[in-house]
Structure formats: C-alpha cells, structure tokens
C-alpha cells in the first residue's frame, strides 16, 4: 500500500507542477501579484473544452487555440489593468480579485456551471510490479516536465527569457540595458497565462471542468512556487513534488484534509524560516 | 457657528440616525439582518486596516474569525458556557494564536506576509474541516444558542431571539469596538504603528520595538476578528466552514481598499460593498458584474477609496472657476 | 412645437386605456400564491441547483398552464419566488430570511443537500412555512412543517443489495467509502445494516473528502482488504463517476454500488466507456422506451422550454414544486397547518416516476416522504445493462 501512495504522489505531484508552470513566470520571476491565475487556467480549461468538445475540433488543435487565446488574453491583463500598478501589491490584489469574480461570473453564465468533460488523449492504465498509474496522469507527468525543460530553456536560452531575469531582477538596470519593460511584461504575462490553459486543458480532462477550478490551481500553484522558491524552475518541480509525496503518503495514514494541512504548514514554516523557499536565493 | 463645530453637530447626527435606524425598521427583519451583517463586516475591515497600518496586510482574517466563530459556538452549544462568556472566549482563542504566531511573522517582508497569513487561514479551515466529531466538519455546527435574554431592571425585557434586540447587541460592540480602535488610533502607539508602516528600519532606529508593536497591533486585531466570528456564529446558529476561506479574507481586504486607508474608511467599504448585492440581488448570477465594476472604478479612479470621495469632489469643484476665466 | 404634441389628448387617453386594460389584467392575476424556490445557483456544486430550478419553473408553468391549483372556487397561480443560496449554510439563511421576511411566503421549495436546509428550517420551522424539499433525507418528528417531495438517499438501498446479490453471487464481502458529510455518513451506514442483515461480510469504511475528485488514496485503503464489493455511496454525479473510473483505474474489478441517482449515459460518459462495468446505481437512462410516462412528458416541456439537454436530476426540482401544489390543492386551504395535515395522510400522490405514497413513518417516526417508484440500473460494457424499479416500504 505505501508503495502505491508514492505513485499516487508522484503523479499527484507532477499535476501540482503542471499547475505552477505559468505560475512561476508570472509570479516567481516577474513578482506579478496575479491571484486570478487560477482562473485564467479556469478559462484555458473552457477554451479547450469550447474548442474541442462543442466546435469538434481535434485535441491538439484545440489546445492550440486555447493557447494562442490565453497569451493574447495574458497580453491584455498587463496592459490594460496590471501595468498601471506594477509594483503595488494592494491594488494589484484587488485587479486580481476583479479578474476572478469576472472569469467566474462569465464562466457561469457562458457556459453553465455544470461539469464538462474534455475526452480523454489515452485510456488505460500503466501496471508496473503491481502498481497502478492510469496513463493520462503518466502523459501529464511528460507533459510537464517537457514543458519545464523548455521553460527552462527559454530563460536561460532566449533573448526575452533573459531580459525576463533581468527586469525582475532590477528594472530600471534592465532599462538602462535596453530592454522594453513593458514589452518583458506582457510577454511573461502572456505566456504564463498560455502555460495555465495547458494544465487546465490536461487538467479538465483528468478531472472536470467548471467554473470554480481555480481556487485549487491558485492555491497549490502558490504553495508548490513557496516551497520551491519564487523565481526558481527546478525550485518549482521540487515544490511540487514534495507537495504531492506528502499528499499521496499522508493520505493514505490519515485523511486527505490532514495531508493538505501537513503541506500548508510546512509552507508556513518555510516562509518562517527561509522565505526565499528550498531553492530561492533573494 | 464656525463649520468646525457644525461638522461636528453634522457627525453627531448621522451616527444618532444609524443607532436609531433599527427601531425605526423594527418590523422589517430582512433590514435588520442586512444591518448586523453590515456591523460585523465593519468590524472587520476596521480591525484588518488597524493591523495594516504596521504593514501587515493580511489575507488570512476569515480564519481568526472561524476560530472565534467555533470557539464560542462550541463552549456555549456543547459545554453549556454562558454565551456573553464564550464571546469573549472567542476572542481570546483568536489572540492566543495571533500571540504565538505573531513573533515570527513580524520579521517576514510584506508579499511573503501576505501569502502566510492565506496559508494560515487555510490551515485553519482545514483543520476545522477535519476536527468534525467538534465542529460537524463540512456539514458545520447548528444548534448555536442566541445569546441568553434578561431584564433590565425588571422593567425592560431582552430577547436576542428577537432580532432586534440582537441588532443593538451588535451595535453596541461595534460601537465599542470603534472607540477602542480610534483611542489606539489616535495614540502615541497608534503614530508609532503608522510608523512602522511607512518606514520600518528608520522605526527601529528610534527606538520603537518593532516586532512587539507588530504583534500587539496584530493580537488586538484578531481578537476583534474572533470577537466578530463569535457575533457571526450566535446570529447566524448555524456555521459552516466555506464561509471561512480565502475568499472571504480577500473580501475584507477589499472593504478596506475600497472604502481607503484612514480610520473611517474601512465602515465606508463595509458599508458600500455590503449594500451592493443585496441591491442588486435581483441580477442573480449576473450579480457579480456590478461588484466587479465598482472594485475596477474604485481602484483605477479612486485609488485612495472612498474616503477620498469629498476631497475630490472638492478639488474639482475648485478646479472648474480657474478653467472659466481662460 | 413638438413640446405640445407630447400631451395630446388622443396620447393621454391611449394611455388611459392601456392602464385600464392592464389594472384588470393585473386583477385577473390577482389570486397568486406566491412560493419560494431556494436553489444552489452560483458557487461549487451549483451544476444540479441550477437544472433543478429550470426544472421547478417548468412544473410551476405546466401547473399554471392546466388552471393552477384550485381552491374551492378560486384558481391560484402559483407565482414562484427565486433565490439563490450559494450552496452555503449562510445563503440558505439569507435566502430563507428574505422569502419569509420580505416576501411574506408560507411555503417554500428546493435544496437536497443536508446543511443548507437544514439552515432554513431555523427560519421556517419556527414562522410556521411549509419546506417542500428536493430531497430530505433525514426527517425527524420535530421539523413538523418539512417534507421531502422525492425518496431520500437510502430508500432504494434494499433494492440496490439485492440486485447486485442476484447479478452477482460471489460476492461475499463489502468495502465502503464515504464523504466526511453527516448524509453521506448515514448512507454508509444505512448501507453496513443492510449488508450485515443479507450475510455480508462487512469490511472497513474509508472516509473521504466532501467535493473532492482524487480518490486514489482512497482506492489504495479499500484495495488492500481486497473486497468483492464496494459501496460508494452518495456524491454529486461527477465525484461518483470519478470515484468509480479511479477505482477500475487502479484495478478493482468488482461491482461498484451508489444509491447516487442521475442519469445513466451522463455517467457513462463521465465513467468512460470501458469503465462503466459492474456499476449499480439509484437511476436510470432518460432515453428508455419504457420510461414512466411523466418523465417522457417532463422531458418534452424541457427541451420545448429551455431547448438544452435534459438533466434527470432536474426531476428532484419538479417534484418539490409538484408534490407541494398537490397537497395544497387535496387540503382544498392555503392554510398551512392544513396543508401540513393533509400532506402527510395522503395514500396516492402522483411523481415523476409513477404513484407514489406518503411514507417514512416508520423509519423517522414522521410521514413527510413522498415515496416514489426508484429505479435501480446496471452499467456493463458501457451501457445500461438492466433497469428495476424498487418499491420502497417505509
């Protein structure tokens, strides 16, 4: 039993991951204080199910069209509304909150509160030594991790993901370097929000969709870049897999409530002791 | 009369309308129930901005709340605690935590005390939820008894069964509440938190305790919370953990934004952002737009909430003749 | 000067007569009884309030469009109140307060979910209001003026032990797995009785998290006692489905028992096809020929009304709509200890699923429940292998 517990984390653990991605770019690095990411993830998850279930388009495209809506909407969240206050935790708390209550609102009234389903890539489970692992939640552990590798890639790899560094490392130097700011952060916000459809996408058809998928997204996503450290890819995945171990074990001697209690407190505890997390250096 | 003075008259008036407000809606129990929500939210987001004045911003007041809330629900349904008593013990369970807590908090910089106090807030609706042979877990608690009637002086009856004697309880101590807060407002120790707040490391340099201040201003604000809770749960008899999450903590939050940072500001929020569904509750799920509407203008054209309404309106007004002479 | 135009008397006096024409209109409706409908809205879970409340204005229409109800020679229009409660004990007050308060209504419909009425029985109980709810399943003699207009949870439990003792003769043990929710907890419960009365071994029961979708680590617990059978009990539709999948996912190849109602090709389709086995279940599939006729007609009006697919949990919202306008109209009263009266004597009442009766006067010492036909099916092979209607004795 206790070996299935650590599959069942593992899995779990790479779905927490997957939920931090965007998370990470727009949170961890830029320092945006977008608490509506869980619902921009929400959004990503109706758009695939909007393009896949009711327009019949295949999967793959329509996670393609979730992704290019949700940049162009990441896009326009900067501009229009978090850039007036970049910098300003209180009012950007509060254009957060708006975005929440206005993607769920919309959400209920656009597509009905009711959960939908997105069909899923791969039936079947992967039976090794007695072990049980359905294979979407072994697809999404590829997934996610194909997506930190490339992440990680275009940070250290790319013009942008450096001039991403340097702005959240300081902006007025990285001004001074010649980098557009404003450009930086609409492209981080973007493509943060574009990362978020991907797991609700994968997300929604593991699970369900509905409107209310976020408050998980937004508070594990926030745990999972905490224990790993703001601003930190690997610091993320580590996260995340300690999230879910402690999930998948704990669970299993106790109830599920006492596991999420038993991760929420050693965030706490981080953020107490070393609040740059396990791999943050600030 | 010089407008000093008239102000003062105009003040005065307003707040002996608002106490006399419930006797004069006596029959009408939908208004009254608005009403004490209304209070208990005030008290709310007065004591969250008292605590923000030292920077400590906190997302996680819904939990202190619960702990109040469950605290005297449980002390007075299940070990027969007079209710006045077990209010208080509410509130005294909230600040024992807030004590304990309090002194590692004080070092954490202000975005990573925003995130602890969201985690806090959720370990203790969790904890609520897994406790449940105490406090029902997901179902909740019901049965929570009405604070017990007496008379006064053999001549007046108090039911709090009624609703309009429960009003005026929750009048009462927010009244009393507000004093207290404006006192420490308004003191010496009230100008070293704002201290803090604006400047921490110069606060230090001159000799004001810092992590103390913090965690004081910190445990007088949740006791208010949990004190708040307990009101909550002997009106509403009946609790349940979703009402305590993280959501509700940001709504408090947001009463305190909108309404502005001064010491008035946080009732005008309440008072506003409680108002507004009720109003609109004929919108049903669509109900959510206008709340939406009024937190983006607020925030994109009033930065300073409500409270900074008057000034406004006075600086444009002043604006206009400058503009007719060109 | 078209200023002038604007009080021309030919306007003044069309106008006259338009408020003529709608004062008596308006006093032609004047015999309206007005009934509070409370539903979960907007917040998690609210997927069923919402088909629910379609579904009570439905019947309210249909009711008003055959007459209303009559009342010695008067005909009432029933003119349905809406509230949304958030699906939280909080709202429920609200809601309940502002119906009874406000609104002035003597009775009052909806919800199935425990906590949340529960919320509005402090308010109704004491002002004396009728609660006719979706689905109680916890009478108890005190709440005098609740009913629950459909069969609670556990009624067609019996049914769901038998059936599967029929179909399937190994199975010698149970496993349970329930919600931290009181209801959920008494169903499993309610489930154990049954089992140890048939000769059933009874194994551990695993508690899980009320709304969660996750039930690996759940899974894993029941797994290693190895049982022949599982009862999972009652959830919303997704969470049932879910629980199920997950449970094949990790290998469980026995039946799966929930007196969950629902509809069967929703849950085929949640489930996945090639999981659907073995599952026995409290509903049934709204496309069956031999459908209850009332369900057949319930689902015309629907898809006439709101042109979107039928929900069968939307019969839940019908009846406590339904079930109160009979009880009014056989009580010949709006008065409500009448009504109350009358309600809980009745020997016939009509449902969505066929006659019914009042019962629950043995199990819960009060005979609030209309009991009605319940339908029992087996998913195999991904589809309904074989639906039973249970006829429940209580």
């Known amino acids: 039993m206790f070996w299935q517990g650590v599959v069942n984390g593992f899995s779990a653990g790479w779905i927490y991951v997957l939920v931090a991605l965007g998370l990470t770019l727009v949170f961890g690095i830029m320092r945006t204080v977008q608490f509506a990411h869980g619902e921009v993830y929400m959004l990503g998850a109706h758009a695939v199910f909007f393009a896949c279930v009711v327009l019949g388009i295949n999967i793959i495209g329509a996670f393609g069209i979730a992704v290019v809506a949700l940049f162009i909407l990441g896009m326009l969240m900067e501009r229009l509304l978090f850039r007036r206050f970049r910098g300003q935790i209180e009012p950007s708390i509060i254009v957060a909150i708006g975005l929440i209550l206005l993607f769920q609102t919309t959400a209920v009234v656009t597509f009905g509160a009711d959960e939908k389903h997105i069909p899923r890539f791969i039936q079947g489970v992967l039976v090794i030594g007695g072990l049980h692992i359905a294979w979407d939640r072994v697809l999404s552990v590829i997934v996610g991790a194909g997506i930190m590798l490339a992440l990680y890639a275009f940070i250290k790899g790319t013009k942008m993901g450096q001039a991403m560094i340097a702005t959240s490392q300081d902006m007025d130097a990285a001004t001074l370097q010649g980098v557009n700011v404003n450009r930086v952060s609409s492209v981080s916000m973007g493509i943060g929000s574009a990362l978020a459809a991907v797991a609700g996408g994968i997300m929604g058809s593991i699970f369900t969709v509905e409107p209310f998928m976020g408050s998980f997204a937004i508070t594990k996503g926030l745990a999972v870049i905490i224990l790993g450290g703001l601003g930190s890819i690997g610091g993320a995945v580590i996260g995340g897999l300690i999230l879910g171990l402690v999930d998948g074990v704990v669970s299993l001697y106790s109830s599920s409530t006492m596991a999420s209690i038993v991760g929420f407190a050693l965030i706490v505890l981080i953020l107490i002791v070393k609040p740059s997390g396990l791999m943050g250096g600030d | 009369m010089d407008s000093g003075r008239s102000r003062r008259i105009g003040k005065g008036a307003l707040l002996l309308l608002v106490c006399l407000l419930p006797i004069a809606m006596r029959g009408n129990d939908y208004f009254l129930h608005v009403y004490i929500v209304c209070a208990i939210n005030i008290i709310l987001a007065s004591s969250l901005r008292a605590m923000a004045t030292t920077g400590q911003m906190s997302i996680g007041q819904a939990g202190f709340m619960a702990i109040g809330a469950y605290t005297s629900a449980i002390l007075a ?250 | 000067m078209v200023k002038k135009r604007l009080f021309s008397p030919m306007l003044v006096s069309a106008m006259g007569a338009l408020m003529l024409i709608g004062s008596v209109i308006s006093s032609a409706a004047a ?19 919402v088909v629910c409340k379609d579904a009570a204005a439905a019947a309210a229409e249909w009711i008003n469009g055959k007459g209303g109800i009559t009342v010695g020679a008067k005909k009432y229009t029933i003119q349905l109140v809406v509230e949304d409660n958030k699906n939280t004990a909080a709202g429920s007050l609200n809601a309940a307060t502002k119906l009874v308060d406000k609104d002035k209504v003597k009775f009052i419909t909806g919800m199935n979910v425990p906590f949340q009425f529960e919320a509005v029985q402090t308010v109704t109980e004491p002002n004396k209001v009728v609660l006719s709810t979706g689905k109680c399943s916890n009478l108890i003699p005190k709440n005098r003026f609740t009913f629950s207009a459909t069969n609670g949870f556990t009624v067609p439990m019996p049914g769901l032990y038998e059936f599967m003792a029929k179909n399937y003769p190994a199975v010698k043990s149970v496993a349970y797995s329930a919600h931290d929710e009181p209801g959920a907890q008494v169903v499993a419960k309610v489930g154990r009785d049954i089992a140890t009365k048939m000769g059933f071994k009874v194994l551990d029961t695993v508690v899980t998290q009320f709304g969660t979708k996750e039930y690996y680590p759940a ?129 016939t009442i009509e449902t969505p699923w066929g006659t019914g009766t009042m019962g629950g006067q043995k199990v819960f010492g009060i005979n609030h429940m209309v009991l009605c036909p319940a339908p029992i099916s087996m998913l195999r092979d991904g589809k309904v292998q074989a639906t039973h209607w249970h006829k429940p004795d209580m």
């Not at chain 2, 308004?186 to 340099?205: K, N």
């Not at chain 2, 509403?236 to 903590?249: E, I, K, R, Y």
């Not at chain 3, 409370?38 to 069923?48: A, D, F, K, V």
Request: aromatic share 12%; proline share 5%; net charge neutral.
């Open chain 3, 31 to 49: 015999d309206t009884v007005k009934i509070g409908s409370i539903w979960g809205l907007s917040g998690p879970g609210s997927q069923l309030g």
């Open chain 2, 77 to 326: 349904a299940k070990c027969g605690i007079p209710v006045y008593l077990s209010m208080l013990g509410g509130g005294c369970a909230a600040t024992v935590l807030a004590a304990l807590i309090g002194f590692p908090l004080s070092r954490i910089r202000t975005i990573y005390f925003v995130m602890v106090t969201m985690f806090l807030g959720e370990i203790i609706r969790l904890v609520v939820f897994e406790a449940s042979s105490l406090t029902g877990g997901s179902t909740g608690l019901m049965g929570i008894p009405r604070p017990e009637a007496f008379s006064f002086f053999g001549l007046l009856q108090i039911d709090f069964s009624n609703k309009l004697h429960f009003c005026y309880l929750v009048l009462l101590l927010l009244l009393i509440i507000l004093l207290v807060l404006y006192n420490i407002h308004r003191s010496h120790a009230g100008t070293a938190f704002a201290a803090i707040g604006q400047e921490e490391s110069l606060s230090s340099s001159v000799g004001i305790n810092v992590a103390r201040s913090k965690v004081l201003i910190f445990s007088v604000a949740c006791f208010f919370t949990g004190l708040a809770g307990s009101l909550y749960a002997h009106y509403m008899t009946v609790l349940n953990p979703d009402a305590f999450g993280t959501f509700t903590s940001l709504y408090i939050l947001i009463y305190v934004v909108v309404g502005g940072r001064s010491f008035f500001g946080p009732i005008a929020g309440a008072i506003l952002l409680t108002l507004i569904p009720e109003f609109f509750a004929a919108l049903k799920e669509y109900q959510p737009y206008v709340f939406v509407l009024v937190l983006f203008l607020i925030v994109f054209l009033l930065p300073g909430g409500l409270v900074d309404l008057p000034r406004r309106i006075r600086e444009s007004v002043r604006k206009a003749p400058l503009e007719e002479a060109r």
């Open chain 3, 219 to 347: 899974w894993t617990k029941l797994l290693k006692d190895n049982p022949d059978a599982v009862d999972i009990g009652i959830s919303f539709p997704d969470s049932l489905a879910a629980n199920v999948r997950q449970g094949r996912e990790q290998g469980f190849k026995g039946p799966i028992l929930s007196c969950g109602t629902g509809d069967s090709n929703v849950f085929i389709t949640l489930i996945g096809k090639d999981y659907a086995n073995d599952f026995i279940y409290a509903g049934f599939d709204m496309n069956a020929p031999d459908n209850p006729a009332m369900v057949k007609e319930i689902m015309k009006l629907w898809e006439a009304k709101y042109k979107k697919p039928f929900n069968l949990d939307a019969l839940d919202g019908w009846s406590s709509v339904w079930a109160l306008a009979q009880a009014i109209e056989k009580a010949q009263s709006l008065d409500v200890e009448k009504v109350v009266s009358t309600w809980e004597t009745m020997k």
